[in-house]
């Protein structure tokens, strides 16, 4: 049953009238009151009637911002005033009054903010918070638990009722990474806040995945945390460059912490670019027009201020939210800094590398210099990691201005509308074609269609049987399957296995299955007890084939898995049925919960199957039309990841589901 006020202030000892005071955010209480039917409020559930409060609010559609920081004020930089301006602009055309706005310095939860949320008038509250990671999740946790519709800015929530605008942080930052690697630096230092925000964080998770990505272990890498001041990053890089070997360039979270950096290296008599590359992150207005002018990554405050206030906007108007997640991407500007010529680098990804062989495509078409309509056939969107791959396609897509359209089609796990969407993307005459090749055969008449009419294919991680395409991309899914099968087989020595595969029919499982089989029949030891193909990747359907398995079998030395997922379900079973010790999983895919055995274990290894093959498809997609000759196989390489480098993956705060792009919680 549902708590009321009643029950709070029963337990609080106090009136209902203080109750109702405190709750709403009148004068009549003392300080100390209040924190105890705050306190009492959150331990008993209490949930304010929202079904009431939307119903007045919707007569004036008010909105609130909500910010909590730390700083002395608000806003206290240009990245806060542009998201407060676009805010406010958005609301303002869309006919709104600006937001009712509170401010509290505080890196603990204050329940004196929660009475913006009970304010008559107050639809939906846009929540901003500049505070270190940790103190950022408490405060979404009590937000969380107001049961309020919020849009939160460059936070993530799983709660229904609240939304989420973002920018793609952490691809800002391997952007910026890779751009230096592809430079031929190797010794790259990252200098960083020492009290950062999340966004901070994902800035230097980028950083660490491009360094892993080119094969760069944590000791290879170079991070110092300062003050994000311009004095901190000056003192910071002064630090780096008395080093033997000094780095020869230099990663920043802040274009201020680059300034820092920058005058560094000219008190140390060395030339930017010639003798330290430089790249900071904003792309602040004075970055273009210091000497080197800065390369610097540019977050779109003002578009993701905007974005918040349309997804409240849409809250007010229709009692639900537009989208429950927005995410807009960050762009690399490359400048004189981190060039010694000033020209842009190329924008090619370093983390595969391309064999060029006469084995290309024998579809040749002229080059072209943009507005590029791509069709994707896309088999489904229902589990994390597609959903992750899906959104980073379209990212891409926004980032690169030759790609005038994608045109996205969605067969929602039903082979023939898969291959009527391919059709229909023929006849819509597409420049080049993505497909998801996931219904196997099947798609043969339809892709050998699309090479009739002269359209490229891009194969999305495996391929049907046919060569009629223009190439694949993604890593060897042989080699993926025979690299899992190998390391388990190294950890169990001898014993019986059990091994859960992807939905059948999918080349990619079949691919899987073949490198499995490979490294098995060199290990005789090594006993197959049973196999069995799992609808949809679920870890809920393994779990259950494993829980008839523990019946079947009397010994399950270990398990091996064409998912982690899969191969976690399998875990949880035997820990049910108090058969989990000795238990060895062979894993793929990086989903937050494999990780986590990983980490917590200290075993075994997964392989990483990168989120970013559709937009990896994309890049592809556009080298073909701008006449550039690629391979059969655009192969993205074996990426494994093991207790040596799990934490450059790992992140404890987000659920088991969540794959390795912050985009997806």
């Known amino acids: 049953m549902p708590v009321g006020i009643r029950e709070v202030a029963r337990e609080a000892g106090v009136s209902l009238q203080t109750v109702s ?3 709403n955010g009148r004068p009549g209480a003392s300080d100390q009151t209040r924190r105890r039917v705050w306190e009492v409020a959150r331990r008993l559930g209490y949930r304010r009637n929202l079904n009431a409060a939307n119903l007045r609010s919707a007569r004036t559609g008010g909105i609130g911002l909500l910010v909590a920081t730390a700083d002395a004020t608000f806003p206290a930089d240009a990245h806060q005033a542009h998201l407060l301006a676009g805010l406010t602009e958005q609301l303002l055309d869309d006919g709104l009054n600006p937001p009712a706005i509170q401010v509290h310095r505080h890196e603990y939860v204050d329940e004196s903010a929660f009475p913006l949320f009970h304010h008559d008038g107050i639809a939906v509250v846009i929540v901003a918070l500049f505070l270190p990671k940790a103190a950022g999740r408490r405060w979404i946790d009590a937000i969380e638990e107001m049961g309020y519709p919020c849009v939160l800015i460059e936070q993530l929530s799983t709660a229904k009722n609240v939304a989420s605008v973002l920018t793609d942080q952490q691809q800002g930052a391997l952007e910026a990474t890779q751009h230096l690697l592809r430079q031929g630096h190797r010794r790259i230092a990252l200098v960083t806040a020492r009290h950062g925000t999340g966004e901070i964080d994902e800035r ?5 995945r491009a360094m892993a990505l080119w094969g760069f272990g944590t000791p290879d890498r170079i991070i110092v945390e300062t003050e994000n001041t311009i004095a901190g990053g000056y003192e910071a890089t002064s630090a780096l460059l008395k080093e033997a070997p000094r780095p020869t360039a230099v990663v920043t979270v802040s274009d201020l912490l680059a300034l820092g950096s920058i005058e560094a290296a000219r008190t140390a008599a060395l030339r930017v670019p010639e003798d330290l590359a430089v790249v900071g992150f904003e792309d602040m207005e004075f970055a273009a027009h210091i000497d080197p002018p800065l390369s610097s990554v540019r977050v779109p405050d003002r578009a993701l201020g905007a974005a918040a206030a349309r997804l409240a906007v849409s809250y007010v108007r229709d009692g639900t939210f537009a989208q429950q997640r927005i995410v807009l991407p960050t762009s690399l500007h490359v400048r004189a800094s981190s060039v010694a010529d000033g020209r842009n680098a190329e924008r090619t990804p370093g983390f595969y590398q391309v064999s060029r062989h006469p084995e290309t495509s024998a579809l040749r078409r002229a080059a072209q210099n943009g507005a590029f309509r791509i069709g994707v056939a896309l088999a489904s969107i229902d589990n994390p990691w597609r959903t992750s791959m899906y959104e980073q396609l379209q990212l891409e897509a926004q980032r690169d201005q030759t790609i005038a359209e994608l045109v996205i089609r969605d067969a929602q796990a039903n082979a023939e509308q ?11 005459r597409v420049d080049a074609l993505i497909v998801d090749p996931a219904a196997g055969p099947r798609l043969v008449p339809a892709v050998e269609e699309a090479w009739t009419a002269g359209i490229p294919v891009v194969m999305l991680d495996s391929a049907v049987p046919t060569d009629h395409y223009a190439t694949k991309v993604g890593p060897d899914e042989v080699l993926v399957g025979k690299v899992a099968a190998e390391d388990l087989i190294q950890r169990i020595g001898h014993g019986n296995i059990v091994i859960f ?37 679920s870890r809920e359907q393994a779990k259950e084939i494993m829980r008839d398995w523990l019946l079947m079998f009397p010994s399950i030395d270990g398990v091996l898995a064409h998912d982690g997922l899969m191969a976690i379900g399998a875990l949880e079973a035997a820990q049910e049925a108090g058969r989990a010790d000795g ?9 937050n919960r494999a990780l986590k055995h990983i980490a917590e274990t200290g075993e075994g290894i997964t392989v990483l199957i990168p989120t970013w093959i559709g937009a990896e498809c994309v890049r592809v997609a556009r080298r073909i039309l701008q006449g550039e000759e690629v391979p059969k196989c655009w192969d993205m390489g074996i990426i494994t990841i093991s207790r040596d480098n799990v934490f450059d993956w790992y992140d404890p705060a987000k659920p088991g589901e969540s794959f390795e792009s912050l985009l997806h919680e």
């Open 21 to 23: 005071n405190v709750l």
């Open 204 to 208: 230097r998770l980028g950083y660490n």
């Open 583 to 591: 238990l060895r999983l062979g894993l793929i895919g990086t989903y």
């Open 501 to 537: 595969e992807g939905p059948a029919g999918w080349p990619v499982v079949d691919d899987r299955s073949r490198g499995m089989a490979m490294a098995l029949r060199s290990h005789r030891d090594v006993t197959v007890l049973a196999r069995a193909p799992v609808p949809r990747w």
């Open 418 to 428: 898969q291959v009527r969407d391919i059709v229909s993307l023929v006849n819509e």
